[in-house]
């Protein structure tokens, strides 16, 4: 056998490709290889994903270590970041960990870094190991991670000299974004507070951004979306509790994503929208969710999910006539006690169909 250390021995460029492949656990990992391996793992990744979501059983089961595994997660991101260097700019910085309020201060660190490397995904997913119901008093350090014009706009971390934009959407002209919006892409964000407002300037101010996740924003109430300028194309709105309305004007969105209760939607001037997917409780819900759908003339594929069991008894109003769709997908739960009858009003509301799909669970 050659006893050289070829692993060692690689280029610098082929283990940096290597490397870009990998979550910020596994390229830690690679440590063990050699010592070479040992600086680059740390100095050369454009994807850092701290995912320690494997761990929220145990610690659903065991709340006494919740503490003490949140430290640690604190302390081997700020380990991992602390050891980065060079001007080489990020493909995708995630963090998923069980974080409150609480670590704002870390979490708001994180994000300026991310951003100071012209991020293009940036993922925050803080679901917490245990369900906490927000309704009720609770400990205030216990709430979710809120993300404010503070972490977004520090001058410590060289904030964007552009102004534009800004005034339309109620900000100082005097007050500047950080610069690393101009590069982002792509924003997913579980379990973060966030208010409509921000969302909106988030939207005018990062001219690359085409997809947007919200699972789980508890204080969003509101949610706006309009202008030709927007790159928006994917919109997720997952079991955000408190929205009470969504109005999207005038954009080029493409594919439309809503989980959750039935609220008032208002669309209008979508002529790129052929994708709509709605995940509701009730079929009972759907003669208040597809009307505004049916208005625009582009929608050609529809995904329709019920959480509810379909009962041969349930009235239901007339739905709207969806004659732009071609696609109908339907998932809904069965039972013996259930039934599929109801769905046909679903499928005649779609005069125009070319392909009809139903998936059932048990």
């Known amino acids: ?45 454009t994807n850092l994903d701290f995912d320690w979501s494997d761990l929220l059983a145990e610690m659903k089961a065991n709340p006494e270590i919740a503490e003490k595994e949140r430290a640690r997660y604190v302390q081997w991101v700020d380990n991992v970041l602390h050891r980065q260097s060079g001007g080489y700019h990020l493909r995708r910085f995630a963090l998923r960990f069980d974080l409150n309020i609480s670590y704002k201060p870390h979490i708001d660190q994180w994000i300026r870094f991310a951003l100071a490397k012209r991020v293009k995904v940036l993922q925050l997913d803080f679901k917490p190991a245990v369900f906490k119901d927000l309704t009720n008093e609770c400990d205030p350090s216990q709430l979710p991670y809120m993300l404010g014009h503070e972490t977004l706009m520090d001058d410590d971390v060289g904030c964007s000299q552009r102004t534009s934009g800004l005034s339309n959407v109620g900000l100082s002209p005097s007050i500047s974004w950080h610069v690393g919006f101009r590069y982002l892409e792509e924003l997913c964000l579980n379990q973060v507070s966030v208010d409509g407002e921000l969302v909106e300037q988030l939207l005018a101010n990062c001219p690359k951004l085409e997809r947007l996740v919200l699972e789980e924003a508890h204080t969003l109430t509101g949610f706006r979306v309009s202008g030709r300028s927007l790159k928006l194309k994917y919109l997720h709105i997952l079991w955000c509790d408190d929205l009470e309305d969504v109005e999207i004007y005038d954009t080029d969105l493409v594919s439309f994503t809503f989980v959750g209760m039935s609220m008032p939607v208002y669309l209008e001037k979508l002529p790129q929208l052929s994708e709509v997917s709605i995940r509701v409780n009730s079929l009972l819900q759907l003669p208040f969710m597809l009307p505004p759908f049916s208005s625009l003339p582009c929608v050609q594929i529809l995904k329709l999910e019920f959480f509810q069991l379909l009962s041969e008894n349930l009235q239901i109003r007339q739905l709207p006539k969806l004659t732009s769709v071609e696609q109908l997908i339907l998932r809904v739960p069965v039972s013996e006690e259930a039934s599929l009858l109801p769905l046909t009003l679903v499928i005649e509301a779609c005069p125009c169909l070319r392909s009809f799909v139903l998936e059932v669970g048990f």
């Open 1 to 45: 056998l050659n006893p050289k250390d070829r692993i060692s021995s690689l280029p610098e460029d082929v283990i940096g490709f290597i490397l870009s492949l990998l979550t910020s656990r596994e390229a830690q990992a690679t440590c063990l290889l050699s010592r070479r391996w040992r600086h680059l793992s740390t100095c050369q990744v």
